[in-house]
């Protein structure tokens, strides 16, 4: 994990996920999504994520395990914002847009709370 900028290349692969959703949801795109194990950001969470984050210590480790739901409510809210949208539900559809975009924040914000650790760790240049 010594790669520079890792956590920020992470927040990457979620805004990329992110935006693919959102011109799904604009009709600017036809991505249907993945589940969250299969995005590039749950790849590395549901691989060797448990693995690498264990050289940050144990505050690292914590904010690596509080990733895992908010990243599985993500991926459920877009989904739930992509049928409501094929249904033609516009309230159901903004309402789920909200908890994602409110979960995209979280996971943004976790992310970088591990980026800060692993730069007091040295494992980050």
């Avoid at 935006?19 to 799904?24: E, G, L, M, W, Y």
């Avoid at 693995?51 to 990733?67: C, P, R, S, V």
Wanted: glycine fraction near 8%; aromatic fraction near 8%; charged fraction near 20%.
């Amino acid at each position: 994990m010594k790669k520079q900028a890792f956590f920020l290349q992470r927040i990457n692969d979620h805004v990329q996920y992110l935006s693919k959703i959102k011109a799904t949801l604009t009709r600017g795109g036809d991505f249907q999504g993945t589940h969250c194990q299969d995005c590039a950001l749950g790849h590395w969470l549901y691989g060797k994520g448990a693995q690498e984050i264990k050289t940050l210590g144990k505050d690292a480790h914590q904010l690596f395990e509080q990733l895992i739901e908010p990243h599985e409510k993500f991926h459920e809210a877009s989904q739930r914002a992509l049928a409501h949208f094929q249904a033609g539900d516009e309230l159901a559809q903004y309402r789920a847009m909200t908890d994602m975009h409110q979960l995209s924040n979280h996971l943004i914000r976790m992310l970088l709370a591990l980026d800060r650790s692993a730069l007091k760790h040295g494992q980050l240049a």
